[in-house]
């Protein structure tokens, strides 16, 4: 346990909103995917930027690592206390504190989740188009650089944050950016944090670029004989520069996934699932242009709609792919794992990938947001058998090792967390010191968040 003193002091400041009852600490314990439970010490609700300050003052006096919280749904252990302390959870910090739509941009505190901000902005005829699948909350989203579906069209959140407030991690305040859309006046702050995963600090305000509402939007689907001519397909597309809003990958094996969850008849094929944005003219041309590529590379029919509730329904099964990828064998929990690599070496990863998956014990279903070269592979274990564990843990090394070597990432977009802690160094050589050698300037105890993205401390 922290001290008493701490405790004390941090319960004075929050009072019902430290918790130490077990089920908070298991609920905050726990990952999305495959890693232990790992309760903190206490959980803190604080509500607002005042009480995030006060809160590291009370931690950095006593030693206490400090861990923020969003929605929980990170994939690679992001919010796990792996060396106890306090779990910041900034579900009570969810107002939308300023909206300029003149400006096309807004203020949220962290707790605001990205369906919470579209639903504020439906009158205003703008949106916030990152969409990671998850209703995560937007200071999570920034924490892990999430992008996405429409990150093809929209960019990542790098793209998309204009400026934060962060509380350090000996209680300074410091804002970051402006609202400009422009700058050229110092180190970039902003991109700095974004993607830090807490451990540099505790993002208590969010400035968001927005986007107009498209006037019109149509979505289709498309079965290939196989993953080189889907990814053709994909390739042809950018360079001809169609302006596709979504454009994502489900293998075989997640079409098959799909059929048995969503009572679909899709053919046990690789597909792509696109969208398009602009007016009505536009998107018709874009989704006909489409097609013609698709039928050029041997795609079936490219069925596609401008009706919402046919997009809507599209966009629930690509959404809901990982559940029905669990659901395609019950009882097992997975290892979702994702790579990044040159669009062009986009089929020789996916094939390689694929072929390593089937030549090993586990399944894994492929799919992702192929747009920018970026998949998912989902490796079912059953928990009761740990050689599946280690056999999925060794596929997605090799992943990783595929993507470096073909001059990609070892993660485009769940972030390092615990599972890519190991590969920052093969991916960033000496500049993973100099990272280290940031977070030891701005968090010498090392309270935000230690255990994760950087050197050990």
Same mark, same amino acid.
């Given at each position: 346990?922290?001290?008493?003193?701490?405790?004390?002091?941090?319960?004075?400041?929050?009072?019902?909103?430290?918790?130490?009852?077990?089920?908070?600490?298991?609920?905050?314990?726990?990952?999305?995917?495959?890693?232990?439970?790992?309760?903190?010490?206490?959980?803190a609700?604080?509500?607002?930027?005042?009480?995030?300050?006060?809160?590291?003052?009370?931690?950095?006096?006593?030693?206490?690592?400090?861990?923020?919280?969003?929605?929980?749904?990170?994939?690679?252990?992001?919010?796990?206390?792996?060396?106890?302390?306090?779990?910041?959870?900034?579900s009570?910090?969810?107002?939308?504190?300023?909206?300029?739509?003149?400006d096309?941009?807004?203020?949220?505190?962290?707790?605001?989740?990205?369906?919470?901000?579209?639903?504020?902005?439906?009158?205003?005829?703008?949106?916030?188009p990152?969409?990671p699948?998850?209703?995560?909350?937007?200071?999570?989203?920034?924490?892990?650089?999430?992008?996405?579906?429409?990150?093809?069209?929209?960019?990542?959140?790098?793209?998309?944050?204009?400026?934060?407030?962060?509380?350090?991690?000996?209680?300074?305040?410091?804002?970051?950016?402006?609202?400009?859309?422009k700058?050229?006046?110092?180190y970039?702050?902003?991109?700095?944090?974004?993607?830090?995963?807490?451990?540099?600090?505790?993002?208590t305000?969010?400035?968001?670029?927005?986007?107009?509402?498209?006037?019109a939007?149509?979505?289709?689907?498309?079965?290939?004989?196989?993953?080189?001519?889907a990814v053709?397909?994909?390739?042809?597309?950018?360079?001809? @520069?169609?302006?596709? &809003?979504?454009?994502?990958?489900?293998? #075989? =094996?997640? !079409? %098959?996934?799909?059929? +048995?969850? $969503?009572?679909?008849?899709?053919?046990?094929?690789?597909?792509?699932?696109?969208?398009?944005?602009?007016?009505?003219?536009?998107?018709?041309?874009?989704?006909?242009r489409?097609?013609?590529?698709a039928?050029?590379?041997?795609?079936?029919?490219?069925?596609?709609?401008?009706?919402e509730?046919?997009?809507r329904?599209?966009?629930?099964?690509?959404?809901?792919?990982?559940?029905?990828?669990?659901?395609s064998?019950?009882?097992?929990?997975?290892?979702?794992?994702?790579?990044?690599?040159?669009?062009?070496?986009?089929?020789?990863?996916?094939?390689?990938?694929?072929?390593?998956?089937?030549?090993?014990p586990?399944?894994?279903?492929?799919?992702?947001?192929?747009?920018? @070269?970026n998949?998912? &592979?989902?490796?079912?274990?059953?928990? #009761? =058998?740990? !050689? %599946?564990?280690?056999? +999925?843990? $060794?596929?997605?090394?090799?992943?990783?090792?595929r993507?470096?070597?073909?001059?990609?990432?070892?993660?485009?977009?769940?972030?390092?967390?615990?599972?890519?802690?190991?590969?920052?160094?093969?991916?960033?050589?000496?500049?993973?010191?100099?990272?280290?050698a940031?977070?030891?300037?701005?968090?010498?105890?090392?309270?935000m968040?230690?255990?994760?993205?950087?050197?050990?401390?």
């Open positions: 346990m922290p001290n008493p003193e701490a405790l004390a002091a941090l319960t004075s400041l929050l009072g019902e909103r430290l918790s130490t009852s077990k089920s908070d600490l298991d609920l905050h314990g726990r990952s999305e995917t495959h890693f232990p439970p790992t309760p903190p010490q206490a959980v609700y604080p509500e607002t930027t005042g009480e995030v300050q006060a809160l590291a003052r009370i931690c950095a006096a006593s030693g206490l690592p400090m861990v923020g919280w969003g929605a929980g749904t990170s994939l690679e252990g992001h919010g796990l206390a792996v060396q106890g302390g306090v779990v910041v959870d900034f009570r910090m969810n107002k939308v504190l300023a909206l300029r739509p003149a096309m941009d807004v203020t949220v505190q962290p707790g605001v989740t990205r369906e919470a901000l579209n639903e504020e902005l439906r009158a205003t005829g703008l949106f916030f990152v969409d699948g998850a209703n995560a909350s937007l200071g999570g989203m920034a924490m892990t650089r999430a992008s996405g579906t429409t990150a093809v069209r929209y960019g990542t959140m790098r793209d998309n944050v204009l400026g934060l407030e962060v509380v350090l991690a000996d209680g300074r305040i410091i804002r970051t950016g402006t609202r400009a859309r700058s050229s006046a110092g970039d702050l902003t991109g700095l944090m974004v993607g830090s995963e807490g451990t540099l600090g505790l993002v305000e969010l400035t968001l670029r927005l986007s107009g509402l498209p006037e939007t149509s979505a289709g689907i498309c079965a290939f004989g196989d993953v080189d001519a053709n397909a994909v390739i042809e597309t950018i360079q001809m @520069g169609i302006p596709v &809003a979504r454009i994502e990958f489900a293998c #075989a =094996r997640t !079409a %098959e996934a799909f059929n +048995a969850y $969503a009572g679909l008849d899709l053919p046990a094929a690789p597909h792509l699932m696109l969208e398009f944005h602009g007016s009505s003219d536009s998107v018709a041309q874009d989704a006909a489409f097609g013609e590529i039928a050029d590379h041997g795609g079936g029919a490219f069925r596609w709609s401008a009706r509730e046919e997009r329904a599209l966009w629930a099964l690509r959404h809901n792919g990982y559940y029905a990828i669990l659901a064998r019950p009882g097992t929990t997975a290892l979702v794992t994702d790579i990044c690599v040159p669009i062009s070496q986009l089929a020789a990863a996916v094939n390689e990938t694929a072929a390593d998956i089937a030549d090993s586990v399944s894994g279903p492929i799919l992702g947001h192929v747009g920018d @070269g998949f998912h &592979a989902i490796l079912l274990v059953d928990p #009761a =058998r740990p !050689a %599946e564990l280690e056999a +999925a843990q $060794a596929l997605a090394h090799r992943m990783v090792e993507a470096l070597r073909l001059g990609g990432t070892s993660t485009g977009e769940h972030g390092v967390g615990l599972g890519k802690l190991p590969y920052m160094e093969a991916e960033h050589g000496p500049a993973w010191q100099v990272m280290g940031l977070k030891r300037t701005l968090d010498p105890q090392n309270l968040n230690p255990g994760k993205l950087v050197p050990a401390m």
